[in-house]
């Protein structure tokens, strides 16, 4: 298991302090028109509509352009765009007028993730665990533990995701990473705990219960396996990699006609993918196992 398969997970988890006010202050009669275009935005910003909202805060820019709260808007809207160099210069430019924006800090930290650039994301959220008036600290501490994992220190990312769920516990994200962590660490027993926890919490955890399947086969638990398979496919019943998982499960508990059926619907759904390709495979070496007169592949 490789670093950078959780990479994508996390950083899509990555927590954004999204949270801007709602109403801005700008210069004498032009209050209004600033007011307008920034809450256009926002309302753009929070239904997904993002080039309208660039359109919008960049109108409010122009009519107010030392505004921390429509900068900090802007680096969000650019953000959500995936314009990560856009998002720093703008949440460099919210913090230059109000270095106690700690939402726009931690979001700064965010985008440096996106880049990769580890070392200038810590500091960033460094920075905002020490302001006292920071609302949200636990989401900085998260994201450090996002940022300690793919500097591959397991230790600092494992401090930091714990330091999250103390801070505030109900982090299913968190519960998760640090099962990942855990299992990275062959800690297995560790890894299913906190795999159960964050698919107790999130019952639609599809990602959580293929995690526990996948330490479950490790442990030989195929039964569990199939159990725990099953939860995801209700969750969501294209998840072929749960599906090849339960397959190559039910085969080795001795239910080889239901596995093969499961292997084949994987194949059937993506044939030129790596899990169609696995799924073929698998297949392959079960009817090979067969043409020897082997009970078992």
């Known amino acids: 298991m490789s670093f950078g398969q959780i990479l994508a997970f996390s ?23 600033v007011q307008l275009h920034y809450q256009m935005g926002i309302n753009y910003l929070n239904e997904g509509k993002t080039p309208q909202a660039i359109k919008e805060l960049m109108e ?19 953000q959500a765009k995936g314009l990560n160099d856009k998002a720093i210069e703008q949440y460099k430019k919210a913090l230059e007028l109000e270095p106690k924006l700690s939402e726009a800090r931690n979001n700064l930290g965010t985008a440096y993730l996106a880049k990769s ?14 302001d006292p008036t920071y609302a949200t600290p636990e989401k900085a501490a998260y994201n450090m533990g996002v940022a300690y994992f793919n500097m591959k220190d397991l230790d600092k990312a494992i401090e930091h995701y714990e330091k999250a769920i103390a801070l505030k516990d109900n982090n299913p994200n968190a519960l998760y990473n640090l099962g990942f962590c855990y299992e990275e660490k062959r800690a297995y027993q560790k890894a299913l705990d906190y795999y159960k926890k964050a698919s107790n919490m999130d019952l639609a955890f599809r990602e959580a219960y293929y995690r526990m399947g996948v330490v479950l086969e490790l442990q030989d ?21 749960a599906r090849l998982l339960m397959g190559k499960a039910l085969v080795r508990i001795g239910k080889v006609d239901n596995g093969v059926k499961e292997l084949e619907r994987v194949l059937k759904s993506d044939p030129e993918s790596n899990l169609g390709k696995e799924a073929q495979n698998e297949i392959a070496k079960l009817k ?9 592949p």
């Open 11 to 33: 950083l899509a988890s990555i927590l954004l302090a999204g949270c801007v006010p709602q109403t801005v202050s700008g210069p004498g009669k032009e209050e209004k028109d």
């Open 60 to 78: 409010a820019q122009k009519l107010s352009s030392k505004n921390a709260d429509v900068e900090h808007a802007l680096g969000l809207a650019y």
């Open 117 to 130: 650039m580890y070392d200038e994301a810590v500091k960033e959220f460094e920075q905002c665990l020490k």
């Open 221 to 241: 638990d195929h039964a569990k396996v199939v159990d725990t398979m099953k939860k995801a496919l209700e969750v969501d019943g294209d998840y072929h990699a």
């Open 288 to 296: 090979l196992s067969k043409f020897r007169g082997i009970a078992k």
